[in-house]
């Protein structure tokens, strides 16, 4: 079976300052270029962090996160799983989004992702992540 998926995983900070506004701009952005180079994922924004699943050919991959890290809209950015699969997750996603925000989504699984996942001395296990992030792959239907 072949493993040409390439996943990658981080975190960061979002600038104190951010708005919806920005967000949106991130998301249209993402969702042109994401298209165009066969990446899919999930944005998820939760109390001042970004947490983000990239997939697709890992060049492509690797390149767009060089271009987050010095996005002035976050920083402290931590890769937390870098992995190749036989699937994407996200298929139909250029780049869903995921509102960690809203009440109504903040869901055990999102508060024990990002409790994991923003304490660099934690070490979360991949397997975890992985898991975790497979949990809001129903979800992701439903986000536009
Ligand atoms: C948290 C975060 C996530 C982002 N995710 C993506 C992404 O998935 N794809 C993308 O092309 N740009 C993404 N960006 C935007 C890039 O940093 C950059 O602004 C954009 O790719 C530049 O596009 P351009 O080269 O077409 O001007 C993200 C930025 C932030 C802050």
Redesign the pocket.
């Known amino acids: 079976m072949s493993t040409n998926v390439f996943h990658l995983v981080y975190i960061?900070e979002?600038v104190e300052d951010i708005s919806y506004t920005d967000i949106h701009d991130?998301l249209n952005?993402?969702r042109?270029?994401?298209a165009m180079?066969n990446?899919t994922?999930i944005?998820i924004f939760r109390e001042g962090y970004?947490f983000?699943v990239?997939e697709g050919p890992e060049a492509a991959v690797r390149k767009?996160l060089g271009?987050?890290i010095?996005?002035d809209?976050?920083y402290n950015l931590r890769v937390l799983l870098e992995t190749s699969d036989h699937s994407r997750l996200f298929e139909n996603w250029s780049?869903a989004f995921y509102d960690g925000d809203i009440s109504s989504n903040n869901t055990e699984d999102l508060v024990n992702l990002f409790e994991l996942c923003v304490d660099p001395a934690k070490r979360t296990p991949r397997p975890l992540i992985m898991s975790m992030v497979k949990k809001f792959r129903s979800t992701a239907r439903e986000l536009r």
Do not use: P, Y
Request: glycine content about 4%.
């Open positions: 960061s979002a991130i952005v993402s042109k270029n994401n180079e990446i994922g944005l970004f983000q990239l767009v271009k987050i010095i996005d809209r976050n780049m």
